[in-house]
């Protein structure tokens, strides 16, 4: 088998920095957003209704959650529009 069919080997190209440095810096200046977002979230819905701070944790965790579902399928989708590495 030569190494252009080997299939376990990521493919070869180059990097595109400006691509990889607008990734880097979307994925952190939305991800704080969305997870600062998501965690007051889940912090002010269970003490508007005094949950308790047991559930509150709970709350916070389950939005995090869900804001790092967000991010993680936010930044594939970038990544797709902005590929870092071109062949």
Do not use: C, K
């Not at 990521?10 to 952190?28: A, C, K, V, Y």
């Not at 200046?29 to 209704?49: F, P």
């Amino acid at each position: 088998m030569s190494a252009d069919t080997d299939s376990s080997r990521p493919p070869q190209g180059r990097i595109n920095w400006r691509n990889l440095l607008t990734l880097g810096s979307l994925t952190l200046l939305v991800g704080t957003e969305v997870m600062g977002a998501a965690i007051a979230g889940g912090w002010a819905i269970a003490g508007l209704l005094e949950l308790g701070t047991t559930i509150e944790y709970a709350f916070m965790a389950i939005f995090g959650l869900v804001g790092l579902w967000a991010m993680v399928t936010f930044v594939r989708s970038a990544h797709r529009v902005e590929p870092v590495v071109t062949r």
